[in-house]
């Protein structure tokens, strides 16, 4: 069964897609089979993989209206894809008034639990029933944050339903970190955030080591329908996420050592995960 990340935040505008395609990305690059979910209807994190349009996509799929292999598309950077597609409102609508609704999104990965390592979800900025099937089907849910005001809008939304969603639908659900997003350490506000996270008790020792610096490429490469590590790979933004990868790849598998990438990346065969 590969190891699922939901990353989520009831905000927009807080790195969300840019997390899900970078981490998705980092991890394809180790040589781990690798599934991104665009569960948006902005579509951001499809068009950021060079998907612009699809006719079969996430919720085709999730209504049985398109088969996976129909739906799956594969980046450029050798990720696989679920889009998504501009009318996905309309089919979320659909798949709220179905029977056993929260599952539908957990029982594909099932299907197909033998053909990936990692699967990264790309929420909407909202707890609609997409997103509800996110955290029903993920191991981990991450929360990117800005470090500004009104930054915690929404987070304790999160943490209650994912407490309820670990009680009664997954109980295999956990937090994996708090993301904090176009962080700048030297800004005394920036420090107050930190300490709040770490104030509340459900958040305590859950805020990721790395943060995820502002960085002009990170707007520049999703623009461009590419990665940071391609445009600009000795950027901050390309440091940041990698070491926040492999942040998470030490989450999930402490007993491992891991590597950075060399910035020019020979031929790599795949492996397997050892989870």
Request: proline fraction near 4%; glycine fraction near 6%; aromatic fraction near 10%.
């Given at each position: 069964?590969?190891?699922?990340?939901?990353?989520?935040?009831?905000?927009?505008?807080?790195?969300?897609?840019?997390?899900?395609?970078?981490?998705?990305?980092?991890?394809?690059?180790?040589?781990?089979?690798?599934?991104?979910?665009?569960?948006?209807?902005?579509?951001?994190?499809?068009?950021?993989?060079?998907?612009?349009?699809?006719?079969?996509?996430?919720?085709?799929?999730?209504?049985?209206?398109?088969?996976?292999?129909?739906?799956?598309?594969?980046?450029?950077?050798?990720?696989?894809?679920?889009?998504?597609?501009?009318?996905?409102?309309?089919?979320?609508?659909?798949?709220?008034?179905?029977?056993?609704?929260?599952?539908?999104?957990?029982?594909?990965?099932?299907?197909?639990?033998?053909?990936?390592?990692?699967?990264?979800?790309?929420?909407?900025?909202?707890?609609?029933?997409?997103?509800?099937?996110?955290?029903?089907?993920?191991?981990?849910?991450?929360?990117?944050?800005?470090?500004?005001?009104?930054?915690?809008?929404?987070?304790?939304?999160?943490?209650?339903?994912?407490?309820?969603?670990?009680?009664?639908?997954?109980?295999?659900?956990?937090?994996?970190?708090?993301?904090?997003?176009?962080?700048?350490?030297?800004t005394q506000f920036g420090?107050?955030?930190?300490?709040?996270?770490?104030?509340?008790?459900?958040?305590?020792?859950?805020?990721?080591?790395?943060?995820?610096?502002?960085?002009?490429?990170?707007?520049?490469?999703?623009?461009?329908g590419t990665s940071v590590?391609?445009?600009?790979?000795?950027?901050?933004?390309?440091?940041?996420?990698?070491?926040?990868?492999?942040?998470?790849l030490a989450l999930v598998?402490?007993?491992?050592?891991?590597?950075?990438?060399?910035?020019?990346?020979?031929?790599?065969?795949?492996?397997?995960?050892?989870?």
């Amino acid at each position: 069964m590969p190891i699922v990340f939901t990353i989520i935040n009831h905000k927009g505008g807080t790195g969300k897609t840019t997390s899900a395609l970078h981490l998705a990305t980092y991890f394809s690059r180790q040589g781990y089979r690798t599934l991104a979910v665009d569960l948006d209807s902005q579509r951001n994190l499809s068009i950021g993989f060079g998907i612009r349009e699809s006719n079969h996509h996430i919720g085709t799929l999730l209504l049985s209206q398109s088969s996976f292999e129909q739906t799956l598309r594969r980046a450029d950077s050798g990720v696989w894809l679920l889009p998504s597609n501009r009318k996905l409102l309309t089919f979320e609508y659909l798949i709220a008034n179905e029977t056993e609704r929260d599952y539908f999104l957990k029982d594909v990965i099932a299907d197909y639990q033998n053909d990936f390592d990692y699967v990264f979800i790309d929420c909407a900025p909202s707890l609609g029933a997409l997103s509800i099937n996110a955290l029903v089907a993920a191991d981990y849910y991450i929360v990117p944050m800005q470090a500004e005001n009104f930054a915690f809008i929404g987070l304790d939304t999160i943490l209650e339903t994912a407490s309820v969603i670990q009680k009664r639908m997954n109980p295999k659900l956990k937090i994996g970190g708090v993301l904090l997003t176009r962080f700048d350490h030297r800004t005394q506000f920036g420090q107050s955030v930190i300490q709040k996270i770490n104030e509340d008790v459900r958040l305590k020792d859950k805020t990721f080591q790395t943060p995820i610096r502002q960085d002009i490429a990170l707007m520049e490469c999703t623009a461009l329908g590419t990665s940071v590590f391609d445009y600009a790979p000795k950027s901050r933004g390309a440091q940041d996420y990698e070491a926040l990868a492999l942040e998470l790849l030490a989450l999930v598998n402490p007993q491992k050592t891991y590597q950075p990438l060399p910035q020019q990346l020979p031929s790599q065969g795949i492996h397997h995960s050892d989870q």
